[in-house]
């Protein structure tokens, strides 16, 4: 899972990404309502038949980088109403090809890495869409398939697990591997942190910039982006997680309000939100930092969702 | 897992446990900060070498379950403060065939049914103590093993999946192998909520008036006890995470005690615990009700516990 | 996986299914080679776009139950020359829909019982193909669904292990769950020997006479059947493995036509099929009765076998 | 799992490992019927109260490779009668930690890699083995634990799936790997081939002079060695499956013997051990190459020999 508190170090200082999210666009709305946004392209797009909402935000320089917290590229988000529907995963399938040969600038070689524990269901999910992919780099390295006989590009995959079950970073491992097989491009694959959660399992993000992966504490967490890993990094997302203060911070400003625009409320009320953050922070301290919410039937939802994806990987493959 | 908001209906009315806990002796702790205890008996015994505390509450009447929102029954607790260590894995084993011999009143033929989703980590105790057990039943059946030959009990065992994966009730489920296998006890094993997180995989709960599965909704959960399924019935249960509300109604209380004695706070302040709790509740509805707290460990700590409650049942096979 | 000595008694005899298969199309294979089939209906059908071979097999009486060693009753072969693309998926699914609408007359309410073991994976299959169900029984059961506002049937599931994990027969559990939830009919789904490699994990079988689950011995394994069950059975198998001494035997036929005419083959040559499976059988034991042969890619068949059936279930769920 | 027909090159011509086993101890067997054993040093030892029978091999020059068809080097091979006794496994953990020591020569900094298919059960010894094993090298990186601090190893560890999970070959991977991280010794886990039925899941070879993991065709799987990985490697294997022309050679062996000393059977009787295979394979061609046997509990059996194997290499961690 990446790290709920995404820190990007630019020009010497921390900008810190104050809406403890890993989804751009649910840091845009949170911008958006106190200021005007600068620095930042947004379109959106709806597939109403499909009930799907494309969202492409592109951060243009600095002060877009300031504002939403990440670095410069391209951040596409998917959001659907219900993945249920074959029709609608076969859409969506499709759009992920797209934007990944977009956002890889149509690498013909790439390496998919499924990042997470395997074992703890909500973060599964990278592991699970290898489960899922057409792999096809051994079929032209062993002479099986010729590179201009056929349509269809080269791929390996790794899941190298958590550092807790492997002692390394998994930036290190991914290093080294992409310096033996040469990839054009990386594509890895993580559950995120969201901020709401009803957009848990029904968004898929996609982006051109990298990932922090981070398992709570993960100060020392290393980035996976062009500059760490040597190659074009695209990396795909699905928020399944909620971090514990957010969900009390939301609670309590909701207790605010009810609790009206008296003496006392005004204390809390004033605090901006990260000060709302830190407080909700400190009222769970020590022992909620290593823990997370996530939906009872997270199990079907992670299904559903690497499938999903590996078709959309899939179809990139064979255009 | 169980159902957090757990009824039982006696005398035609309900009577509710108001502190959202599976464990009788987070119940105990609740209440002793308001009340007398009448009822109830406790025990506690330290076994200091192995930091375990064995707590024995004995629910002896009406005024006990009324008390503890609780039926009139044996309720013993485990709560170890390492688990890694192979010593302390083998007395709690040892500990746990005890309670057992006790609880099931020595039971020579038993099915042990592991509740809960394998797909789900920390819902899956109940499936993965199964992987660990001792299977003798089809032995004496197909006359490999004769009853009298060896000091061996009958054991069986089914992990026959949670409702959403069935579409049947589990009571309905092990009532009906029950009439067709005839086993003398049930020892149901299973995932549980606890309050409070430093309780969260540290605990074994096991009591002898069965439990109320439950998937969060739960309202026509039905309860699994001697009465439902017609055989002793011994529970054994891990709590493996916190409902949401749970933490929510922590945090604001703390918030509360932070705002001090004004007016405002007043308010919340003066509601009774289940008051503030139904508050947490309307805070975080409609999203929340269908999530839990979990740590991001949990896959190494269900398979610890798994193991050692495994151990446990073996041992008393082999008495 | 299914006993591969299939024997039926039948008034007081026993009938030996010589051909070591579970499958009702290379029994009847064997038996043409020999004689006149009588007492059997057959008829072909080739769905020549998507590589679908469609064989129904009817046995009307007891010669034909003598010639093919299987009950009277309707087996229906499909077997597929690739089953990884999309619309042969899709096609086979239709096919299966329509075999049990056929099999089950048309059964409104039906439990889906997924035998095998989940943990060996040539013989997960029955588990594997529930992870894919849509279970509805639950949703009528609460009330949140009304059996005539949809055209949905009442669908139930349990995969309830093998042997070895439960110590219980299979049918001891399924007849205990039947006789508390009341299906119309129940599919079995298993794992089945095959005679030939290249029938393996490319042939799904549906027949309504039931099955005899088994564990390589086998002698006491109980049938699942409308008798034994006291439902309808529509049963659904895949060949996932080969016994040991099919394969055996196979080269000892093909090494003795390699000798030739000679004196000494004569002697093998001579024996009948099944006093050269006896043979087979001498030469491997002890060792290898509790053994079997699977393909090494078996977790990719599997996978796409048991989604491809429970499309087909599902889709008679919806018709 | 290793590819049955291991060749090793040297000195620009291929030697032939003709008994088809990845066991030192099968091939020495197999060579001794036949002619003197030189250049291989022998030594066995009994732990009589346990059951277990520890076999050193040490090939010493080159007429101990040409006799045995494996490199020069030291390989120790732990056989046991009855794996389910707790103390039998802790003495083979125990036996286990002493091999590493030795054949590692006292490696402080080591990364486990637990080859093989985790989906297919006798392929997933090695990544089963990752499971259970206490990984350390974060903590040291990290800083949470300090090397002088304490009596721990440093161990890290990726179980890298198949080629065709992956696409890349194993010792691609491991070699960027190692060159990132920096261990004094791999420690690779491994699926074998065995030729004897009774020595499935009983033995555990350990060897220092690496593997060549395969998927049956593997005329180009690559071998890991100190040669290949750059650092010391320790072996350890568990015959999990058993090939099928090993099978059917034994059995044609059989039947020829039964046949007599008859004109056509000498044809056969007189073909060399290797021509009778290479007949073997002939018959069982095409279909039964990718093909391996292997036992119906081979679960169970896998489970028992992982945590044996993990519990040796973690007692070595905190030797």
Redesign the interface.
């Known amino acids: 899972?990446e790290n709920q508190k995404e820190e990007t170090e630019k020009n010497g200082h921390f900008y810190q990404n104050s809406c403890h999210t890993d989804l751009a666009v649910e840091m845009k709305e949170e911008v958006e309502q106190k200021q005007e946004l600068t620095g930042v392209e947004v379109s959106t797009k709806k597939h109403a038949y499909h009930g799907i909402t494309e969202t492409r935000i592109r951060i243009v320089d600095e002060r877009g980088e300031a504002a939403l917290g990440k670095p410069v590229g391209n951040y596409v988000t998917l959001e659907v109403e219900k993945l249920y529907r074959d029709s609608v995963q076969k859409r969506i399938a499709r759009i992920i090809c797209d934007v990944i040969a977009q956002l890889s600038q149509g690498a013909q070689n790439i390496l998919v890495a499924g990042l997470g524990?395997r074992?703890?269901?909500p973060?599964a999910i990278g592991p699970k869409v290898?489960?899922h992919l057409q792999?096809?780099?051994?079929?032209f390295?062993?002479g099986y398939v010729k590179s201009d006989a056929l349509n269809m590009k080269?791929?390996?995959?790794?899941?190298?697990?958590v550092?807790?079950?492997?002692?390394?970073?998994t930036v290190?491992?991914l290093?080294?591997?992409?310096?033996?097989?040469h990839p054009q491009a990386v594509i890895v694959v993580d559950a995120l942190a969201a901020r709401?959660?009803?957009r848990l399992n029904r968004t898929i993000q996609l982006c051109d910039t990298g990932i922090s992966p981070g398992?709570?504490v993960g100060n020392?967490r290393q980035k996976m982006n062009e500059e760490t890993l040597g190659v074009k990094v695209v990396a795909i997302g699905v928020p399944t997680v909620?971090a514990?203060p957010t969900?009390?911070s939301d609670?309590?400003q909701?207790?605010l309000l009810l609790?009206?625009a008296?003496?006392?409320?005004k204390?809390?009320e004033e605090l901006s939100y990260e000060e709302q953050y830190q407080?909700?922070e400190e009222?769970?301290k020590p022992?909620?930092t290593?823990?997370?919410?996530?939906?009872?039937?997270?199990?079907?939802e992670i299904?559903m969702m690497s499938q999903c994806i590996a078709q959309g990987i899939n179809a990139y493959i064979n255009i």
């Open positions: 899972m524990n074992s703890v269901t973060d290898m489960e792999i096809t780099r051994h079929l390295e062993c080269v791929v390996s995959a790794i899941a190298p697990g550092m807790a079950q492997t002692g390394m970073e290190e491992i290093r080294g591997i992409i310096e033996k097989t709401s959660s009803n398992a709570g020392n909620i514990v969900i009390i609670a309590m909701q207790l609790l009206g008296d003496h006392a409320g204390l809390v407080l909700a009222l769970v022992y909620f290593d823990m997370f919410v996530t939906p009872k039937n997270i199990d079907e299904l």
